[in-house]
Each structure stands twice: as structure tokens, then as C-alpha cells.
């Protein structure tokens, strides 16, 4: 076989496999795979906060409620923290045996426009995520207590 039959044998491919790498390209391009490109799903606004304490050392019960009622203007800060994927993302608790006595629990739940909720509950002794603890510390602050 002759040097330029050998090269016109593996033209022919290479030349199909650059149209087809410029085909993909410019479907890639173009967006062309049929996906639709809206915008992403706003979560739905939180219309409640309610974290309910217990334990300590006197085995107290507290719960703190923050609702559209409570006049802050911090409220609308605590209501987009919890609305936001940070929190609605949380796992259900952050809980874990141990060895600490006479610490705090909390069970934090919000409700949502839509009428969902979510409930993620912690304790002291235990590492939660700042999102979490930044929403029962505002709770409590700006709360209604009962």
C-alpha cells in the first residue's frame, strides 16, 4: 500500500471527527440540548420561627416565636435566613450522645408560606451549623416568649 493511500485512508476520519467536535460545540453553544433555561425556583417565604428550649439545670421549657405579629426589624432578616437554601438544606438534627449534663435542647421549627415546615433540632454540646445557631439566637432575641 503507498504512503499517500495510507494518508487518505485516516483523513477521511479525522476529517468526520472534527465535523462532529463542530457539531457538538456549537450545539453546546446554542444551548441545543432541549434543556429550558429558567430562572431558578424561589423557595417559599418563611411566615414563622418558633424555637422551643428545654433542659438546663432547673429542666426548664421555653419557646420563642417569631411571627408576621413580632415588630423588629430584624425579623425580615431572621425569615431570609431561614428561607434560604443554607438552612432549608440542614439535615434534622445535630444531636449525638454525650456526656454533657445539664445542657440546653433546641427544636427549631419554621413554617413556610406554602405551608411547609422544617424542623431541625440541636443541643449545646454538640458542633451545629452557624446558619442554625444564628436562627435560635435571633429567635430568642427578638421573640415572643412563653
Do not use: W
Request: hydrophobic share 35%; glycine share 8%; charged share 20%.
Amino acid at each position: 500500500m503507498s504512503d499517500s493511500r495510507y494518508r487518505r485512508g485516516l483523513a477521511r476520519p479525522l476529517f468526520l471527527s472534527a465535523v462532529v467536535v463542530a457539531l457538538l460545540l456549537a450545539t453546546a453553544a446554542c444551548g441545543g440540548t432541549g434543556e429550558s433555561h429558567s430562572a431558578p425556583e424561589t423557595p417559599a417565604a418563611a411566615t414563622s420561627v418558633e424555637v422551643n428550649q428545654t433542659g438546663g439545670f432547673a429542666g426548664v421549657t421555653q419557646v420563642y416565636t417569631v411571627d408576621e405579629t413580632v415588630d423588629n426589624p430584624r425579623r425580615g432578616a431572621l425569615f431570609e435566613m431561614a428561607a434560604a437554601p443554607d438552612f432549608r438544606t440542614l439535615t434534622d438534627a445535630y444531636t449525638g450522645p454525650n456526656d454533657c449534663r445539664d445542657s440546653y435542647q433546641y427544636a427549631v421549627t419554621v413554617t413556610y408560606r406554602d405551608g411547609t415546615t422544617k424542623s431541625v433540632s440541636t443541643d449545646e454540646c454538640n458542633e451545629s451549623p452557624k446558619v442554625l445557631t444564628d436562627i435560635i439566637a435571633l429567635t430568642k432575641e427578638i421573640g415572643r416568649r412563653s
